[in-house]
């Protein structure tokens, strides 16, 4: 078969895969482990041996933008405010599941057959790919239901940093590993020696460096220029190390963090996000056909044992960390099972080792295998893990009652108070607004230590997810007069709402968000005002530079104040096309009437049309394609255009009363 050929069954096979996965909800990487298992190891054999070689090559190059994408993502300011996670927890998370599993491997070394080629070697390889998990699977399934900020979510985060950071030195190792065991501690030491001599002359010098050049490419102002320059930064560190003799992984991850440090990082990432996503996707595939089914089908119980182990290992390794940090058991067994299968890093661990000869097919298979099953059992194990910690924490809901109780008895004095959801900078601002006026509130929030600053200053806020309803009712809901959500996350806002209308369908309830793209999902989740950052700080923007310009401070706040009153009525309404058929009629909608020689409305005044005894809004009047100022008190004339706002059925009875002869 031709390279094109070949390359066709890949693209075909991951068009097909990713689609299922976007309509399940569930992360591409799925997609691409389980289209190269369907291919199976046999199409390669259909291409010659140029053609195998090119598709290897670019699978490689997927790992080398893997890598310079983490290396975008590392800066100190971030490791600094998650220390405790990242090197604490995620540096004990790495070693210990990592020593266990190499004693379990060492352990088992004399009942395997000997066709495992299992040695120390080996065991470290196996111990380093395991204790991996995957960032893109755990990280898409954290942001779809809103879990970054819980305390799971931000150990899970942290451990998966270090994990990131873990894969380096390990890059490092595993190729001196395959060496004979006489030269054994000579490569290992040589190549420490290099990795620390081009890190060192990299980062001294090369964050200057590369500042300085991406600043000169940049004014030439040549986006095609740009991007090749990026290219060719990323693929020339990596080959600079491979000509090491060390990982080309690790020259890219090195060009991220050089790269991390300049303005252009942003620019950078969506700009290698086509070759980072596509080159990425094709690892997966040939990962996914490096399993070889007949060898697997020999022992799928040898699989099932595998699959086990590891999940079993690292939740309990998470899981004993964690409490012996003073984390709450339901805590602990939470990030476990968010953390407990195989990783992206794991595969190319495995897949430089394979190179170095230090793993046998007999064993390598048989984990690809399980690794594959882990991260396919990842989504399921993540959605369902509430009701796991339940199942074996009994004691969990004693402690999630203390919770609900320590809530009520701080709520229990609040009557007809407003209930705020997120307890950050808007949330903060919003209490402080309301303390002024002598109104009562009470706060949830999920970071403790937060909370606890908050309470030490006087104010009442309390830990608790307002996602659940038990927490909802404790906070005094049904006492409540309003809701306030300031989460900026769409999917945490709407497991608020939909919590919220459980209990109180007729409660108003405010949202933030930041800009006008979630409007109308929020507005149907129950939403009874939405308030978009990005358009109040427009008009924040205008009232200063009209105050400076001198027209008077109340004359812009009637401005402001009209112009906020038709941008949010415009926001929620639309206009209608031909096709909305199935669109509700109870909904504000938009419209727009052109006022016709004859007609009724002809040389009278908006304000004396008493649109609102139809309940209708005049938003808008367009004369020659200008807005008129004063538009309540202006005659109209023939060709000018109303923008109305209203249900469609007084939308149409206005019409009809304003064009009649």
């Known amino acids: 078969m031709t390279t094109l050929g070949l390359t066709l069954i890949y693209l075909l096979a991951a068009v097909l895969g990713v689609v299922v996965c976007r309509s399940l909800k569930l992360p591409p990487v799925l997609a691409y482990l389980t289209a190269g298992v369907i291919l199976g190891p046999n199409a390669l054999s259909l291409a010659n041996h140029s053609t195998s070689n090119i598709i290897h090559h670019l699978a490689e190059f997927g790992v080398v933008f893997l890598m310079f994408v983490i290396g975008l993502e590392f800066n100190l300011p971030k490791l600094r405010s998650m220390r405790r996670h990242v090197f604490v927890l995620g540096g004990a998370q790495t070693l210990f599941t990592m020593l266990a599993v190499m004693g379990l491997a060492l352990g088992l070394m004399h009942w395997l057959p000997a066709s495992f080629k299992l040695n120390w070697q080996s065991a470290l390889v196996l111990g380093g790919a395991l204790a991996m998990s995957s960032t893109a699977i755990i990280i898409k399934m954290l942001q779809d239901r809103g879990e970054l900020a819980t305390e799971q979510g931000k150990r899970s985060l942290g451990v998966l940093l270090f994990q990131d950071l873990a894969v380096v030195p390990l890059l490092v190792v595993i190729p001196a590993l395959g060496s004979p065991p006489e030269a054994m501690a000579k490569e290992l030491a040589l190549a420490g020696l290099k990795a620390a001599a081009i890190i060192a002359l990299l980062l001294t010098g090369g964050q200057r460096i590369m500042r300085w050049w991406l600043t000169l490419v940049a004014r030439r102002k040549s986006d095609e220029l740009f991007v090749l320059n990026i290219l060719l930064t990323t693929l020339g560190l990596a080959w600079l190390t491979q000509m090491a003799g060390l990982s080309m992984a690790l020259g890219a991850f090195i060009a991220g963090m050089l790269i991390a440090e300049t303005p252009y990082r942003h620019q950078v990432e969506t700009d290698i996000r086509p070759f980072y996503d596509v080159l990425l996707g094709l690892f997966f595939i040939t990962i996914g056909m490096m399993l070889d089914w007949r060898l697997v089908l020999e022992r799928p119980e040898f699989i099932l044992v595998l699959l086990g182990l590891s999940l079993l290992l690292k939740l309990g390794v998470v899981f004993v960390i964690l409490r012996l940090l003073g984390d709450k058991a339901g805590v602990a067994l939470r990030t476990g099972l968010y953390l407990a299968q195989a990783g992206e890093f794991g595969f190319v661990l495995l897949n430089l080792a ?32 509430e009701r796991i910690v339940h199942w074996m924490l009994r004691n969990e809901w004693m402690q999630q009652s203390l919770e609900f109780t320590d809530i009520a008895r701080q709520s229990l004095a609040a009557q007809e108070h407003v209930l705020i959801c997120g307890f950050g900078r808007c949330g903060q601002n919003m209490a402080r607004l309301l303390e002024q006026q002598d109104m009562h509130y009470v706060a949830l929030d999920l970071d403790p230590d937060r909370v606890q600053r908050a309470q030490q200053a006087g104010h009442n806020v309390v830990l608790g997810d307002a996602a659940r309803t038990q927490v909802l009712q404790a906070a005094g809901l049904a006492k409540a ?32 968000t930041a800009d006008d793209s979630t409007l109308d999902v929020l ?11 990005a358009i109040e700080g427009s008009l924040l923007l205008a009232v200063h530079a009209l105050i400076l310009m001198g027209i008077p401070v109340k004359q812009v706040i009637r401005i402001v104040q009209s112009q906020r009153e038709a941008r949010y009525a415009m926001l929620r309404g639309y206009f209608r096309g031909e096709d909305d058929t199935t669109q509700t009629h109870d909904r504000e909608h938009l419209a727009t009437i052109r006022v016709e020689a004859g007609c009724a409305c002809e040389g009278q005044s908006v304000e004396s049309l008493n649109l609102d005894a139809q309940h209708v809004v005049c938003l808008d009047v367009r004369r020659q394609g200008k807005s008129l100022n004063e538009r309540l008190h202006t005659a109209l004339l023939a060709d000018d255009v109303l923008v109305l706002s209203g249900t469609p059925a007084d939308l149409a009875l206005a019409e009809e009363q304003l064009l009649r002869t």
Request: avoid cysteine; aromatic fraction near 2%.
């Open 354 to 385: 394979e190179k170095q000869d230090l793993l046998s097919p007999q064993l390598l298979n048989p984990l690809l295998a399980s690794m594959v099953v882990s991260m396919m059992l990842a989504p399921l194990l993540i959605t369902q893990a």
């Open 481 to 512: 007069k309003a809701v306030a959500i300031t989460y900026l996350e769409t999917p945490s806002a709407l497991k608020v709402l939909a919590a919220v209308r459980t209990l109180r369908p007729d409660l108003p309830v405010v949202v933030r």
């Open 523 to 533: 507005q149907q989740a129950g939403a009874t005002e939405v308030v978009p950052e």
